[in-house]
């Protein structure tokens, strides 16, 4: 195990490496400057300004340098925010939106997996059609438009909760929810078809009739084996939630990464945008590390180090 | 099996307020008399907040116009601030919080009147050169110091000091003040620069040539004093947080929650704190329109930005303004690129063609007024009779298919051609492609023979393809960086740096020169110069003008004395007051 998680290192920081390549040469190609006033300055005194910030060296040169840099851990600093360093701003926006993310992805999982289970239990029944019908509108409306709804009929009309904002955990709850939608009908949809295949197989009819009681066969027999497939797709989903949504952040006015790195891709603030993408591309392949772990965990039948011949 | 029955019920719950949100998005008209009794209910809630101070506020104000109510005003700003150091600033936001914190010689007043600031007033030599400003004595920073002459000194050499990376530095002082241009190549050391400490209270400054509009461009953000002591004090994070720069402004910037909002405080040392009302003002960054009006309706805001869809909405509301701004847009036609293009009577056609009002009422919806020359509505006027220069020059190339078919057909015959196709480069927003369908559409039904090619690019691929001239029409803009004509003018002259479309002139290009450098101490031969040069490029129709950039807004009718600019911040606070009574 510990070899096979070594090993995993190795290649998560050959993958970061190569983030990191495609990313700055890719990001080179952004037409402009982060020059604000691109439009109005000469050539020539653009050409002093980019002197501070290194942009006049050719782009292989500005590659080592940043890759030396990181390598000492210094993100650099940003071009647009008056030199504020990198991980400082990312650190300041990125708790807000995990926050918010982690609130969404556990509440529309636990909310998505009892609507998928009790789907399942009572198959064909009206709790079946209406987690059927919560699933697709979940799925089918855009966050930002369920989000629209609930600030202004729980926000305006209502005033049960505040319209926008972040001081505190009743602001969360709107765009808590407006997230949660996603996993919600994802975890549904997935925990019902699971579950039925489940517990329509042999060893669930064994358990019963062994005399295990209901709850105890959903729980200990059937949860377990249903999540497998679920595991696979909480790791895109966690990261998508985690690293800030735009729209919603900006509907509520939370002051979330998701905004800065769009802001950070218009204005040309290279370093945000490296920043950014970095940090996203480790907490995917991370993840998936976990994701691969956690296999082993659930269903012991899965091996992860290469077989024991 | 009580569980699942508990279970039953939550899911029941959550499904009819599912149900119960989206019956009511379909009746939203037909709810609309429900809706107003709900909110005013929740105005009252909201003010039971702060209905002590309030009630407080009335007893001792029996004055009906004056402040009265609490002295708080909420307001939202679309981005967070980029920075708060005066040599670095770019940004309508970053200018505005400076405007507010900082005083520099000059402050704009109402109607852009020229308000003294640290500055009482001033003398300009007889050449017109070197202009001495006399600060007055009792202004401080925040902390302590008396803000002096060498602050000035300090600041201005740093922002055209190579090293800092300042983009208004060069860009403001360069050409204006003696020597900024050379220090800012590094061909001159920084202390070179034309300006002087005389004494703790005489700045002196050295001009490259005269420059008639000096006193304003004193009140813009670059040429605000610095405090030395911030910067080598804080080094590397000077006026990266709210405590690490000091301030001499109506306010001071007591709070700063990056990327969530401030705080301004109001700055007991001003020198003239007794005319400032306003305790505090809060800003909340909140980038989506539709929360802005929400958060406006919940009374969390006192204001609130309104783009086109919410103009309808909010038309006949009494706390429904427009304010027009003085940034332009036009077409610029490269003469260079096309040959149909270095046609006159195309270029005519191509303007006249085009029914402004249809785009400024139906697609940009949001105030915007017809632009019919280079020059903006109530941006200067005459130094003597106080005539708007628009309004002295009236109107061109007005909207008229007819004339625009004959020039366009005259313009083929002299081009000896029946089909031309232009492109047309523009940008690649939401609104600015359905103006830039607009502008198709309306080419190709009133010009016979005329294909028009749409490339929509985003704002910096734009700039590129302007710098190297490769475009037929452009759909660009400019904002104007001090109240004169010239900041307009100036940029079509041969050669100029933003001309970048071929348009020259010998007859412009002189009349620009004169207005610069001849009459630049005669104010009303210089404006009536400038009037000249305009009517000159226009007859060319070297340029296309569309429209003039409005911005709509409500405010809460108890807010008062809030003063718009046409330059620099684009608001003012420190005249403005909070009077409930006005309910």
């Known amino acids: ?309 | 099996m009580k569980q699942t029955k508990w279970l039953l019920l939550v899911l029941t719950l959550v499904l009819s307020m599912f149900l119960a949100a989206c019956s009511g998005g379909d009746s939203e008209n037909a709810g609309e008399g429900d809706g107003n009794g709900e909110t005013e209910n929740e105005n009252t809630e909201g003010e039971n907040n702060e209905g002590g101070s309030e009630g407080d506020g009335n007893g001792e104000e029996t004055k009906s116009d004056g402040p009265s109510g609490e002295q708080v005003l909420n307001l939202t700003e679309g981005a967070d601030i980029p920075t708060l150091d005066p040599s670095m600033a770019t940004d309508a936001v970053a200018f505005q919080v400076l405007g507010s914190t900082m005083e520099g010689l000059y402050r704009l007043g109402e109607k852009a009147q020229v308000k003294p600031g640290i500055a009482k007033d001033h003398e300009v030599s007889e050449d017109a050169l070197t202009w001495t400003f006399n600060l007055r004595e009792d202004a401080t920073w925040s902390n302590g110091d008396p803000v002096v002459a060498s602050d000035f000194v300090y600041a201005w050499k740093r922002a055209v000091d190579p090293e800092t990376g300042s983009e208004y530095g060069p860009y403001m002082m360069g050409g204006v003040i003696k020597n900024a241009t050379a220090i800012n190549k590094g061909e001159m050391e920084v202390d070179k620069l034309g300006v002087e400490a005389v004494d703790e209270t005489t700045l002196k400054v050295t001009l490259e040539k005269p420059i008639p509009y000096f006193e304003s461009l004193t009140a813009f953000g670059t040429f605000l004093p610095i405090n030395k002591k911030a910067v080598e004090e804080f080094g590397e994070d000077f006026a990266l947080e709210a405590g690490n720069i000091y301030y001499n402004g109506p306010f001071v910037l007591s709070e700063w929650n990056h990327g969530e909002g401030w705080t301004f405080k109001k700055n007991p040392d001003y020198w003239d704190a007794e005319t400032v009302k306003l305790e505090q003002i809060n800003f909340k960054v909140v980038k989506d329109v539709a929360t802005g009006v929400n958060l406006y309706e919940t009374d969390k805001v006192d204001a609130t930005g309104l783009s086109a869809e919410f103009v309808d909405e909010y038309r006949n509301d009494p706390n429904f303004e427009i304010n027009p701004q003085n940034v332009l847009f036009y077409f610029k036609y490269n003469q260079e690129h096309h040959e149909a293009l270095a046609n006159t009577n195309a270029r005519k056609a191509l303007t006249m063609a085009i029914d402004k009002k249809g785009l400024v009422n139906v697609i940009l919806n949001n105030g915007s007024l017809v632009a019919t020359g280079d020059i903006p509505q109530d941006f200067v006027s005459h130094p003597e009779t106080g005539e708007d220069f628009r309004e002295i020059n009236g109107d061109f190339l007005t909207h008229d298919k007819e004339k625009a078919k004959e020039l366009w057909n005259k313009a083929k015959e002299e081009l000896g051609k029946e089909e031309i196709t232009l492109e047309l480069l523009a940008g690649d927003s939401e609104t600015g492609k359905n103006m830039n369908a607009y502008f198709k559409n309306q080419w190709e039904t009133n010009l016979e023979g005329l294909t028009i090619e749409l490339k929509q690019v985003p704002f910096k691929e734009r700039l590129r393809l302007d710098t190297n001239m490769e475009y037929d029409i452009q759909f660009s803009g400019w904002g104007p960086d001090y109240l004169d004509p010239n900041t307009f003018l100036n940029m079509w002259v041969t050669g100029g740096g933003n001309n970048k479309m071929g348009y020259s002139s010998d007859e412009y290009d002189s009349l620009i020169e004169k207005a610069n450098t001849e009459y630049a101490t005669q104010p009303v031969k210089r404006f009536e110069t400038f009037l000249e040069a305009e009517k000159v490029l226009m007859n060319d129709a070297a340029i296309g003008p569309l429209y003039q950039r409005a911005s709509a807004s409500v405010w809460k009718p108890y807010v008062k004395g809030v003063i718009r600019n046409p330059m620099g911040p684009d608001f003012s606070f420190k005249w403005a007051y909070i009077n409930k009574n006005a309910e």
């Open chain 1, 1 to 309: 195990m510990a070899r096979y998680i070594f090993q995993r290192i190795v290649y998560m920081f050959i993958t970061m490496l190569l983030i990191a390549t495609f990313s700055f040469f890719l990001m080179k190609l952004l037409p402009g400057s982060p020059l604000m006033m691109e439009d109005k300055l000469t050539e020539e005194q653009a050409v002093i300004i980019k002197e501070k910030y290194g942009l006049n060296d050719p782009v292989p040169v500005q590659y080592v340098n940043y890759l030396a840099n990181l390598a000492q851990g210094d993100l650099g600093i940003s071009f647009q925010q008056d030199n504020r360093g990198v991980t400082k701003i990312l650190i300041e926006r990125a708790g807000p939106s995990i926050q918010l993310g982690a609130q969404a992805l556990i509440f529309g999982l636990a909310f998505g997996l009892l609507l998928g289970i009790f789907a399942a239990l009572y198959h064909n029944s009206p709790i079946d059609y209406g987690s059927t019908f919560l699933a697709v509108i979940g799925k089918s409306i855009p966050s930002f438009v369920f989000a629209g709804l609930l600030q202004y009929y729980i926000g305006v009309k209502l005033g049960w909760l505040p319209v926008a904002f972040w001081e505190g955990f009743e602001y969360t709850i709107m765009p808590t929810i407006a997230l949660a939608m996603f996993p919600i009908a994802i975890a549904a949809r997935f925990m019902r078809t699971e579950m039925l295949e489940v517990l329509g197989s042999d060893f669930i009819t064994t358990a019963r009739a062994k005399g295990v009681n209901r709850l105890g066969v959903l729980f200990k027999h059937g949860l377990r084996n249903a999540l497998i497939p679920l595991v696979t797709i909480i790791g895109p989903m966690a990261i998508a939630l985690l690293t800030g949504n735009l729209v919603i952040e900006n509907i509520f006015a939370i002051p979330g990464i998701g905004d800065t790195f769009v802001q950070a891709v218009m204005t040309n603030d290279f370093p945000i945008i490296m920043g950014f993408t970095l940090i996203t591309g480790f907490l995917f392949i991370f993840i998936i590390l976990i994701v691969d772990l956690l296999y082993g965990v659930i269903d012991p039948r899965i091996r992860l180090a290469g077989g024991e011949k």
